[in-house]
């Protein structure tokens, strides 16, 4: 009895998994050209159309490349082209025993990389926030944020009601706002952030820092935060997906 399941996909889908297979289990090395595309359309039974639709899949996915009157050979992985997501980092802390602290919540006057950043008067107010996300009551990251001041919000005042991951990352940008830039460095820790990490002063960390824009693409918020080396792990896979060496998903 055939699989129903195999009948239902579309065909392109099924010569891409096939062809991805024997691209991962070394049929057609790196460099090597894939058969011509009357073979290929004469083995899979299907039109030239369809075969480019699953080879541009391939391509897509930067396991071939096509050499204008050459033919299509398979592509070398290249480091450069690997990409995480930080989905990855973020999952590992949306479940209860999540816990977020809120340290201080204030008006400051802006100094001069708060005004710059946020594109307000150097001496503007603007709110002040400091937070520590536990895990376990472990303390593993430590948020600092500005934000640009409006007496018609009442920002203090939601900020406190915060006590996940989730509704922290939505405060911080996650919905609401159309644009904004994240950055990832590593940095040492001060002897005041080390000691709220549970760390020695100087310990690495990785700082990932936020800034977000209205629909006017005005600055709305700035803000860092600071990461234990041991809480930040992001991994990713280059070349052919694992799940098609066990068959399509």
């Not at 997501?85 to 977020?100: C, E, G, H, I, P």
């Not at 939601?158 to 990352?169: A, R, V």
């Amino acid at each position: 009895m055939g699989d129903s399941t195999s009948t239902k996909t579309p065909v392109y889908l099924r010569i891409e998994a096939a062809l991805g297979e024997r691209i991962a289990r070394g049929a057609y090395r790196p460099g090597e050209q894939l058969p011509p595309e009357p073979q290929l359309c004469k083995e899979f039974g299907v039109s030239p159309m369809t075969l480019r639709r699953a080879l541009a899949r391939l391509s897509d996915r930067g396991l071939l490349s096509a050499e204008q009157g050459r033919g299509t050979f398979v592509r070398a992985l290249e480091l450069g082209e690997a990409s995480f997501k930080l989905r990855q980092f973020t999952d590992r802390w949306q479940d209860d025993s999540v816990d977020v602290r809120l340290l201080a919540a204030s008006t400051v006057r802006a100094d001069e990389r708060v005004a710059e950043t946020l594109g307000i008067p150097v001496g503007e107010r603007a709110v002040f926030l400091r937070r520590l996300l536990l895990k376990d009551e472990k303390p593993m990251m430590y948020h600092t944020e500005y934000v640009v001041f409006d007496a018609r919000r009442p920002l203090v005042e939601s900020q406190l009601q915060i006590t996940s991951l989730e509704g922290l990352l939505q405060g911080a940008g996650g919905e609401g706002f159309p644009e904004g830039e994240l950055t990832v460095r590593v940095v040492n820790l001060a002897a005041a952030e080390a000691a709220l990490l549970d760390q020695p002063e100087g310990a690495a960390a990785f700082r990932l820092e936020h800034a977000f824009h209205d629909f006017t693409g005005r600055p709305v918020s700035w803000g860092w935060f600071l990461c234990r080396a041991d809480s930040f792990l992001l991994r990713t896979h280059l070349g052919t997906r694992r799940a098609e060496r066990g068959g399509m998903e």
